[in-house]
């Protein structure tokens, strides 16, 4: 079974008067399977701690492992290699504006050595399902907010990642998009994917898809519960 897990993991940061612990001990243990929510208020730690889990960020102290290696140790390097495992989805989309739709969920299929139509399958699959394949050769720079979000997730998706982290799902979207984002999510988590999710929408962690709540406050874990 994959695993992810980060064990008494602390971030600091430069704070008048010295530094600032904005995770303060995590421990946190997610399965493949399952989904795992980060919850809290804004400031609470989530996109901080999703970013120390996705392998983006380095903790001051503690460790993250995936399926037992601790990944939190390895050179960039090797960090990298380990994230082209994994899907990201960015809070800000961080797409690339002057590729279009399409070219941006291709990105993470480059370098794999696949035949150029199950690369463009794979593609279309994925717009399709987020509502954006009529999208696709449109410039990223043109899209809105909510179209952006769903590029971005597409990209995530398009490579079937083993680990799947997603900071705040339902930025930008009505409810009926918003279905389309869990409905992926969901299928994920059934393919067996880690999927990791930061939020504070009750849309999303009080509709039934989150697996383990887990709440922070003040970079400390507060307590968790069954989705």
Request: aromatic share 2%; with cysteine; glycine share 14%.
């Amino acid at each position: 079974m994959t695993v992810l897990e980060c064990r008494r993991v602390v971030v600091l940061r430069p704070a008048e008067g010295g530094a600032r612990a904005v995770l303060d001990g995590i421990d946190l243990r997610a399965e493949g399977g399952t989904v795992t929510a980060l919850c809290g208020a804004t400031g609470a730690g989530k996109t901080t701690l999703l970013h120390v889990l996705a392998g983006l960020l380095r903790p001051s102290a503690g460790e993250v492992l995936a399926d037992g290696a601790a990944v939190s140790r390895w050179t960039a390097r090797h960090r990298d290699r380990w994230r082209r495992g994994a899907g990201i989805l960015f809070q800000g989309a961080e797409l690339i504006d002057g590729l279009t739709a399409a070219e941006n969920v291709l990105a993470p299929l480059v370098p794999r050595p696949l035949p150029a139509h199950q690369k463009r399958a794979a593609c279309l699959r994925v717009l399709t399902a987020l509502d954006v394949a009529g999208l696709a050769e449109r410039p990223a720079g043109e899209l809105s907010g909510g179209e952006r979000q769903r590029i971005a997730l597409a990209r995530a998706l398009v490579a079937e990642p083993g680990f799947l982290f997603v900071d705040e799902p339902s930025a930008h979207q009505d409810d009926a998009h918003l279905g389309l984002v869990l409905g992926q999510l969901a299928a994920a988590r059934a393919r067996g994917a880690v999927v990791v999710l930061a939020s504070h929408d009750p849309r999303v962690l009080g509709g039934g898809l989150c697996d383990q709540l887990v709440r922070l406050a003040a970079g400390r874990r507060v307590g968790e519960a069954g989705g």
